[in-house]
């Protein structure tokens, strides 16, 4: 299975930014579909953002929730063999763990069409 390490998070006042990187050491990293989640304490972990190449890999899909619509961006760098989320206008509510994970098929949302999880970076914003 392929190890996702994601790194980034710290803490940061609302209305700044925060870019998390997920990387891996996979030579096939780059052919994925990828998507991040974040999970709050107490909370089911919820879906953020998700890049899903078209057929032929010609191009990339983006999806992002409606709560981080227009405030988070997926950014895919194949020459570092990173997926990032660049995130702006901070809010408390964006206080999670955040994960990066692999889609294998069903809804890009969904957590069940992931796995390779990555260990999870926390983001923590103060008000």
């Known amino acids: 299975q392929v190890q996702l390490v994601e790194s980034g998070g710290g803490l940061v006042q609302a209305g700044g930014s925060l870019r998390l990187s997920c990387g891996a050491s996979?030579?096939?990293?780059?052919?994925?579909?990828m998507g991040w989640f974040r999970q709050a304490p107490g909370q089911e972990r919820e879906f953020v953002g998700a890049?899903?190449?078209?057929?032929?890999?010609?191009?990339?899909?983006?999806y992002y929730a409606d709560s981080v619509k227009g405030r988070f961006t997926i950014l895919r760098d194949n020459a570092k063999n990173t997926v990032d989320l660049q995130m702006n206008s901070l809010k408390p509510e964006d206080t999670a763990a955040y994960y990066c994970?692999?889609?294998?098929?069903?809804?890009?949302?969904?957590?069940?069409?992931?796995?390779?999880w990555g260990q999870g970076t926390q983001v923590t914003v103060s008000s």
């Open positions: 994970a692999i889609h294998r098929g069903g809804s890009y949302y969904d957590t069940n069409g992931y796995d390779s």
């Open positions: 996979d030579r096939t990293f780059s052919m994925y579909d």
């Open positions: 890049f899903l190449w078209s057929v032929g890999r010609t191009y990339g899909r983006l």
